[in-house]
């Protein structure tokens, strides 16, 4: 059967959600194997919400927000930005690929660039196949 | 086939279990000594910063965890290329004599005193420190208890945490000492001098004034001939936190004397299926399987094996007593297990005098605390001696000195072979055909294992007598919420 | 007074232990008295000559309460974990390993096989050509010889049986042990069950004596022994990594005292899913710099991230184990 990747992607409100919401409106294709969760802002993402994700099955997981000086509270995104970059020292360390944790600014105006991000990001996940965090979970013995 | 199993050992630190094969007769065919327990510190500390590791390998024990932390923390030292300065190693021997105190107070009282003072095949509810209180008198008791916990208190004043001391950082401590703390440890270590005479004194009166049991010394079925190991200082006086690495033969003449570098060619390990702890032999010899003798390439390493090893001790009363024991035991080397025992006292009060001596030391409240660091050669071997044993650790590690490989050799494990033996020897000199194995018989056995291991034990139960009591219950502020009154 | 209230039923056991947390019970020094006045202890193999075979003949729910120490690494301390939580009207999960994992977690970072063949076949002083191993099961000339299966994961108390309180640290600090221990004696109501007790709800650096501003900005973190600590400023305002802010207060900072940065034996503060994962936030929002290639370079210093942030805790982290 062939592997269907389930990814996960932390939109801020202010900027990448609506991004991606443009791209729907605008009827841009891409693939369908993202599930988009709206926060208000990327400074919200916790690396609990990633490692969740990952447990909870997702073989990869995005994370987007408004570009650097543009978060609408400031400095959320840079908050996220150095969390990011802690937690794919942290996840590589485990033993998952770096490459399934993915950070892009996406503005409100991009929605041509969220779907080529959704759809390279697919092909990536692809290639490094499932996540088997949730199979080791389950084999505690 | 009939089989006995002890599960699990009892009175001491760790698991264990005991299987005894009996033969048609009824006699032991042989008698098996198994570990079930492992962790694999040699694994997992891979990858971890070495700095860190004197706190993360002290949990390989939480009875001798000073143990662990010196000979890690001078490993780590050996990592960097660098010596602590005279204050801070002073300070860390300081704290490792008030660790020696502390963990051979406890054994004697609580774990080797049950059966020899109480008896060797005493009912099982008498076999606690409370059976010897009922001999000794209920001061004593409640004198251990305030000498272990001023021992704890000098060990957190020094070292943070009072288990799990953190003390040692690369190139010296983290911490020194004032004045007024130095004073106050002066008093606290005559005491612990007292305490040790006082309780060589029991020993002397309880035990050797007791024709059985000196009978059970010399001529129990616990006898083992075996080289001994211990480490000593220059003058090849006993030391417990640093020197070369001696070992006599079964007649006591030496037979090597290495330093920490050295010790791959001297020690090796074996491995059984049947146990999850390794067997270390001496590697010039060879590993002969489980034999005793001049010929065999096992040893020990217990507070015995250390004074036979060593040509005395290094402060003058423990050094009198020392003299007495061999003495009294037919010279060295001894051979007797259960004369491990009074080998500890002798320690606790060679401890408590150097406690006294380093305490009076005008560089204990130096300043100088750390050695200054360069580039980091990566690799490093410490050796001290735990209460129960020679200890290893050795280290590598990368150019940002973190942990590629672990190697360590624990004080107990040094003992793996012998105890086996020990104990097939034990099992076999009281289990005979026609003879009922009573809970105290299999007691008897278990004591074959118990001289090896200072570990602790515990009053227990209910005490003897009416004690009046008033219990007060407080809250985080230290309000009195309730009181409980008896008598 | 005396006989008007029966004893409490009192059991302390270790599974994949180092035997810190026995000693935790012991340090109660001259409370001893108080506490065997009140109650009697029925299994604890360290202090007392009772043996499984004794456990398993025990009614069901006969221990009052039992503390249980130690991580569960193996087939015996299993089943052990799952008697004496039969036996036992409440069971304890004592001290980190029990609670966390511990340091024995931090083996989940290798599989079964690699450890035991460094362990058996590696290490420099083995001779080994054989390369045996210890084995469940073995046949000696004289009959069977068994020991218990190595489990490929360490797991807690409570990801093996129902737990009915957490009492945290490594080991726990006796005073709180005294303090759970006396709450229970006297007949107070308990918390609800699968309360952490005897410790706090607030984070370490509340009980922290070292000096602190809310200026908290890295612009380079430093191994402990790359800096002078002055031994009154904080850990990470130094620059040097400390698991306080993340970590549970009760211990009376002990390490701290001893001029030693925290490590988080108490596991984390209440209301937290992934102990470690909130420190890396914590991590992260301290470090003093915009550009990813300069957060980078600070973040090199961080260099061993697993290890640090879940120095206790790995087996009951959201990865719990390394999967290459």
Known sequence: MEFKPQIVAFLCKWCSYTGADLAGTSRMQYKSNVRAIRVMCSGRIEPTFVLRAFQKGADGVLICGCHPGDCHYQEGNYRCLRRFLLLQKYIKQMGIESERLKLEWISASEGKQYAELINSFTETIKSLGPCTIKETMSVLT | ?487 | MEGSKPKLKLAVYWASACGGCCVSVLDVHEKLFDVVAAADLVFWPIALDIKYKDVEEMPDGHIDVTLFNGAVRNSENEHMAKLLRKKSKILVAYGSCAHLGGIPGLANFSTKEDLLRRVFEETESVINPEKTRPVPEYKVPEGTLNIPVFYNDVRSLAQTVDVDYFLPGCPPQTERLLEVFMAIVSGAELPPKGSVVGADTKAQCDECIRKKTENKKIKKFYRPWEVEDDGVTCFLEQGVLCMGPATRAGCGYRCIKGNAPCRGCYGPAAGVTDPGAKMMSTIANIVDEKEPEEIKKVLEDVVDPAGFFYRFSLPVSIIRRNMS
């Open chain 2, 1 to 487: 086939m009939k089989t006995i199993t002890i599960d699990p050992i009892t009175r001491l630190e760790g698991h264990g279990k005991i299987e005894i094969f009996l033969d048609e007769e009824g006699e032991v065919s042989n008698a098996y000594f198994q570990v079930p327990e492992l962790r694999g510190f040699e694994k997992f500390c891979e990858g971890r910063p070495v700095e860190e590791l004197p706190a993360i390998v002290a949990k390989i024990c939480g009875v001798c965890p000073g143990c662990h932390h010196m000979a890690s923390g001078k490993a780590v030292d050996a990592v960097f290329g660098v010596e602590p300065p005279p204050t801070a190693k002073k300070l860390r021997e300081l704290f490792y004599m008030a660790h020696f105190v502390h963990s051979h107070t406890a054994h004697f009282y609580a774990l080797a005193a049950p059966d020899f003072v109480v008896g060797p095949d005493a009912p099982a509810s008498k076999r606690n420190i409370l059976g010897v209180i009922e001999v000794v008198g209920k001061e004593v008791g409640t004198e251990v208890i305030k000498q272990r916990r001023i021992a704890q208190e000098i060990q957190a004043l020094l070292g943070g945490h009072q288990t799990f001391v953190v003390m040692n950082i690369p190139g010296g401590v983290r911490k020194g000492l004032t004045e007024m703390e130095r004073d106050d440890i002066v008093e606290k270590a005559k005491g612990f001098v007292d305490f040790a005479n006082f309780s060589l004194k029991i020993f002397n009166d309880v035990v050797l004034g007791n024709k059985k049991y000196v009978d059970l010394i010399l001529n129990g079925p616990y006898s083992m001939k075996l080289h001994s190991m211990g480490v000593v200082d220059a003058d090849n006086k006993v030391n417990f936190y640093d020197g070369k690495v001696r070992v006599v033969d079964t007649e006591g003449k030496e037979l090597y004397k290495y330093s920490p570098p050295e010790y791959l060619d001297y020690v090796a390990e074996h491995v059984e299926p049947w146990s999850y702890l390794k067997f270390p032999f001496l590697k010039k010899i060879g590993w002969k399987g489980l034999i005793d003798g001049q010929n065999s390439g096992l040893y020990h390493a217990t507070p015995l094996s250390r004074l036979n090893a060593a040509d005395g001790m290094a402060t003058p009363l423990a050094q009198k007593e020392y003299e007495r024991m061999y003495a009294t035991l037919g010279g060295k080397p001894v051979h007797a297990t259960l004369a491990m025992h009074w080998a500890r006292l002798i320690e606790l009060l060679y401890s408590a005098e150097r406690c006294l001596e380093l305490a009076t030391d005008p560089d204990i409240t130096g300043k100088e605390l750390r050695a200054a660091l360069g580039p980091i050669p990566g690799e490093g071997i410490g050796i001290v001696e735990a209460q129960r044993g020679t200890l290893t650790h050795h280290y590598w590690t990368d150019d940002r000195g973190l942990v590629t490989k672990v190697n360590i050799i624990v004080g107990t494990t040094n003992n793996n072979g012998a105890i086996c033996m020990s104990i097939k020897k034990a099992a076999q000199g009281l289990i005979k055909k026609g003879v009922d194995v009573t809970d105290g018989i299999l007691n008897m056995i278990e004591m074959a294992f118990r001289a090896y291991d200072p570990c602790f034990s515990c009053a227990t139960h209910s005490l003897p007598g009416q004690m009046s009591m008033v219990l007060e219950i407080r809250d985080a502020n230290g309000n009195l919420l309730k009181r409980v009154i008896r008598n």
